[in-house]
């Protein structure tokens, strides 16, 4: 006997309030044992105990040692970079800690005989729990008492309703659709279905960016390298001093370093070797375009928050715009989540069982119609549509004289009205065998892509709800999946984009691969049930040969995003149930409808607020405005990285560094930060190609390796005249300033009139800066010849940065461009030699690729050799024996091997 069994012969009465302590002491309740996330403390304490932050430290240490406080400006970007990086830290926990999958905040149980009403976290072992319409199930129980429909798409995407009664289980997460039903708990806590999927969820994704890959790439590298070139810069110039002092009248006979260590060195050198060292090791750390980069972002968010799309990362905005693969859930994606009716299919007149009259369509709506009507106040999601259907028709409404309500045993519901008697249900419910046999091809043929219910005449209702009579079928009512009026303009949008589409549900494979043919999927007659997909291997294989998967668990959904990752694709999932959670947090960008679970929003980074899938486009395209402009705004902060560094190490043989921290400010701001966030912002729809750092050095290194050939012309205009520090300093800072913008007027062409405004703020900017406020900037007056010097390096310099240029731009466009915003990879080689389309997978894959093409074409040649050879041989006068015969195939040609006999000339 089962515990249900056992149970039924018990009175209801549910756990005494002993059993219940003694579960309790047990640690038998129903509390969910989350993955602890990091503390705030330990959050603070990451983000502000940084490499980048102890080196940015250590150098304002080094300038306030030295007295010059106004070249602490620097700090500012500092704060404002460790900032954010708290702020996105505590963002992300918060999220992870809201990971919740149930809404309900109460249950209601048995205890003593009596209903009690307890907080989830109250229920423990064997709890009895009433359960009845809308509810949801807090934990895993076994039905002992009673029947229900249970919804349980949002765990398993299986859109139609469950029918569950005694021992069947019921799982945490899903809800009561219709009926009532007592249930034991048989799981609780941890043990839960839905916290073993939280807790399998329950880790921060790492950000897969190209653009923060890049950016951390640069700083890590600059962040290592700055210390010992720092130090070595520092070391040259005071050496440089050291033997001036050496070789003065006042000089002695000590050696460097004691020199140096030990107070013998002026101090008013000394800051100037410290403060050129920090300038030079400012300039290695783009520290604005971190901050750009997330303010860029971060409107970009509030930009889609007006269009109803909440971002909850700030790079999954960019990471949408490189997507070349789109794994897309059908219930509440491509679908609402609710019914619609499909059509409405009379019987036909000539059919045997047609009933009289040519009014049978009629017939058929009045039923249907008032059915819906009158079984309206426990309406279920087929009710529904069939109310939403005939809202607002000509069907005329009829008042109810008796109502049978829907049940799950008889699997149909009627009415009787004074015009007669209907029912409406599974055809194989409501009509004899005799009956149904007759109409079983027809319900099959509907079937295909729908639900299919029959409405019939009958004589009426027993007292116990039992039809009286046969049925007499009046046609069919096709039920089938809402498919969202927007879904088929978005699908074809990420076609036109050539991004590749798999459709992944818990569903049936054919209502599956049915909605995603209507809405205009790819390959959407390829599907395959993924029960039969029962090892990895064949999992994996399926992956390259369909596009629709039904029957999905959460496990193999997981597993499939793995598997184009695997494949160097980058993969976008979309989603609204807990089934959908795995999956959603291990893809690149992860996409959910507001209007889902809540644990399906909590892992989304991109959360569509009215559920509407047709913003994608309008999150598409703000990526695309971001990558683009930050790209051109990247190449003015990637400049100053690459001279600073390249001038420190050619100042550590010919000192001094001729920037000083407060000339670094002046570029900073005119040549770099203000005209990089106004152009970052600008509207820019064009599709991402090539890498971000590759496109970006692209533009960078040309303006670097011209502000370098500044400065040394300068140093040795400087080296050759006898100038002063100050005076090469000055030099320097307009020559770079010159370079800066040519530059910007570079990646500004074709101008726009705000691209003018912004080259012309930057050219009256610096004037200003440099003519207004000299002391402040440590700008030094210059002579006639400094002059005339300046304006020879400064037209020198500019014609070689144009000049590399250029030839940069020229040699892009023949070397091979990989558009990485959409496609399945695909590599466009542009050379002189002609075109050439070709996969972008990796080198390995290439080169994997390119051995087996050859080799291939090597067998086919020697195959076409050896069947030429033979043939001839066979058209010899004495060719008897064995020949081949040379056939087309897929792969080249096939030889086939034939015999040849000697004709018998006795006969």
Known sequence: ??????????????????????????????????????????????????????????????????????????????????????????????????????????????????????????????????????????????VVRGEAQVNESLLTGESNLIRKEVDYELMSGSFIDSGLVYARVVHVGADNY??????????????????????????????????????????????????????????????????????????????????STVGALLGMIPQGLVLLTSSVLAIATIRLARRSVLAQQLYCIETLARVDVLCLDKTGTITSGRMEVAGTYPLEPSHSLASEGPCSSAELDLALANIARATSEDANETCKALLAYYDGSSVAREEPVRVVAFSSAKKWSGATFSSGSYVMGAAQFVLSDEAFAQVE????????????????????????????????????????????????????????????????????????????????????????????????AKLDAAVDRYHVFGRVTPQQKRELVVALKRRGHTVAMTGDGVNDVLALKEADCSVAMAAGSDAARNVAEIVLVDNDFASMPAVVAEGRRSINNLQRSAALFLTKTLFSMGLAAICIFFPPYPFEPITMTLINFFCIGAPSFVLALETNRARVEGSFLGNVLRRALPASLGVMAASLLAMLAAGAFGFSQPVLSTLCLVSTCAIGANLIWRISWPFTPLRAAVLAFVVIGVAVGVVGFPDFFSVSPLSTLQAVVLAVIVVASCALYNKIAVYFERASRR??????????????????????????????????????RTALQHQAERDLRRAKRDARRALEPDGVGEGRRVTKAPGGIRVKMVSKRPRDTKR
């Open 815 to 852: 070397r091979s461009k990989r558009a990485s915003g959409f496609g399945r990879g695909v590599r466009v080689s542009l050379g002189r030699g002609g075109g050439r389309v070709d996969s972008a997978a990796g080198p390995m894959a290439r080169a994997s690729d390119s051995v087996r």
């Open 194 to 275: 839905v916290a073993r999927i939280n807790n399998e969820a329950k880790y921060v994704k790492k950000v897969n960016s190209e653009i923060m890959n890049a950016l951390t790439a640069i700083v890590r590298f600059a962040s290592v390298i700055m210390v010992p070139l720092g130090a070595a810069l520092f070391f040259s110039s005071a050496h440089g001093g050291y033997e001036a002092w050496a070789a003065s009248p006042s000089g002695g006979s000590i050696e460097f370093l004691p020199w140096l260590l030990f107070g013998h060195a002026p101090w008013g050198d000394v800051s100037g070797w410290i403060l």
């Open 441 to 536: 091809e027809r319900v099959a043929e509907l079937a295909d892509t729908c639900r299919v219910l029959v409405a019939a005449r009958v004589d009426g209702f027993t007292d116990d709800g039992d039809m009286v009579g046969d049925a007499r079928p009046l046609g069919f009512v096709t039920i089938r999946d809402e498919i969202r009026s927007s879904a088929a303009d978005t699908i074809r949008y990420f076609c036109e984009q050539g991004v590749a589409l798999n459709v992944i549900s818990g569903d049936d494979p054919r209502t599956v691969s049915s909605i995603a043919r209507v809405v205009g999927v790819p390959g959407a007659d390829r599907f395959v049930d993924a029960t039969t997909l029962d090892t990895p």
């Open 1 to 142: 006997m089962s515990q249900a069994e056992s149970f039924q012969h018990e009175s209801i009465r549910g756990l005494t309030s002993e059993e219940v302590r003694e579960r309790i002491s047990e640690g038998k309740v129903n509390i969910n044992t989350e993955l602890k996330t990091k503390s705030v403390k330990q959050l603070i304490i990451e983000n502000l105990c940084t490499l980048f932050n102890l080196i940015n430290v250590v150098l304002a240490i080094l300038v306030i040692s030295t007295g010059a406080i106004k070249n602490l400006t620097f700090l500012g970007v500092v704060f404002l970079n460790t900032a954010i990086g708290v702020i996105q830290s505590l963002r992300s926990k918060r999220m992870v800690d809201r990971l919740t999958l149930l809404a309900t905040k109460k249950a209601v149980a048995l205890r003593d005989g009596a209903e009690v009403e307890l907080d989830l976290d109250q229920i423990v072992l064997d709890d009895l729990l009433k359960l009845g319409r809308g509810d949801q199930i807090p934990a895993d129980a076994v």
